[in-house]
């Protein structure tokens, strides 16, 4: 088979390229995937869960940004005569993701080495295509994932917090420090499982109305949550006191004290 040149991995991409093998076969071990379940892999690299996930999924789009990695991973997918394992050189945040779709004509899985600089986009996008997804398994800078499981009261609580966990179910499958990567980051990751909720509770009236409330509320955390909804004059003073009122939400109160429940229907209240 052809020896391939180490490509180095790029900082301007935030690439970090898993180190160790057995790292990765952990990985795809906490991967409950079916055989005949079809993967989008974001940000292949050098292929460390490419070829792992081809073995176990029935088929694989391996999506990479670099192109000289993109070229690299096709010949040796070419090499090893992985007919399931196609490789797309696409930017995970400007390609279509329906495509995707169309191109794997089912549901499919998210799995990917986020870039930490586009964790949070990507991760946002993951909801907003949750129609066409399965769900996702992601790797993500520990800071970030301890955001997506913060609880009301706590530092890490936030907007990703309440915007993600009403659509999904958040869980760390596995932690690994800077050492598991090449070159090695400042700080230690969590691969989570990302799995969307069966049912949504309380409906949302007016999905866009709750993503302005999230985002007002965590604008400037330390507002009570009256000033900060008042912030921007969408609604006036006395529209947002009646729907406080409505909900049994103190004006006072800050945002990271409510839960998801609660803003949820507080959203609702300003929606009617």
Do not use: C
Not at 215 to 237: M, Y
């Amino acid at each position: 088979m052809k020896n391939f040149k180490t490509l180095p991995p790029l900082k301007s991409l935030g690439q970090n390229f898993l180190r160790y093998p057995d790292t990765a076969q952990r990985i795809l071990d906490a991967l409950p995937l079916d055989p005949g379940e079809a993967v989008v892999e974001l940000g292949a690299g050098q292929g460390a869960l490419t070829f792992l996930l081809g073995e176990k999924a029935g088929s694989v789009l391996a999506l990479e940004v670099d192109a000289g990695l993109a070229e690299q991973l096709t010949e040796k997918i070419r090499g090893r005569g992985r007919e399931n394992i196609r490789v797309l050189h696409e930017d995970m945040l400007k390609a279509d993701w329906g495509s995707w779709w169309e191109d794997l004509k089912q549901p499919f899985w998210i799995v990917g080495n986020l870039p930490y600089q586009l964790s949070t986009a990507v991760l946002f996008r993951v909801i907003e295509f949750r129609s066409i997804l399965k769900g996702a398994y992601v790797m993500l800078q520990k800071e970030v994932a301890d955001r997506l499981l913060g609880q009301p009261g706590q530092k890490a609580y936030g907007l990703m917090t309440v915007l993600i966990g009403y659509y999904a179910e958040v869980k760390p499958l596995l932690q690994l420090g800077p050492g598991s990567f090449f070159p090695r980051p400042k700080v230690s990751s969590t691969f989570l499982e990302i799995r969307f909720r069966e049912t949504l509770q309380p409906e949302i009236r007016d999905e866009a109305l709750f993503q302005w409330t999230v985002r007002a509320a965590f604008g400037q955390r330390r507002k009570q949550l009256k000033n900060a909804l008042t912030a921007d004059g969408r609604f006036p003073a006395a529209v947002i006191q009646e729907a406080l009122d409505r909900v049994a939400v103190d004006p006072s109160a800050r945002g990271e004290t409510l839960s998801i429940e609660r803003f949820v229907r507080l959203a609702n209240a300003l929606a009617t």
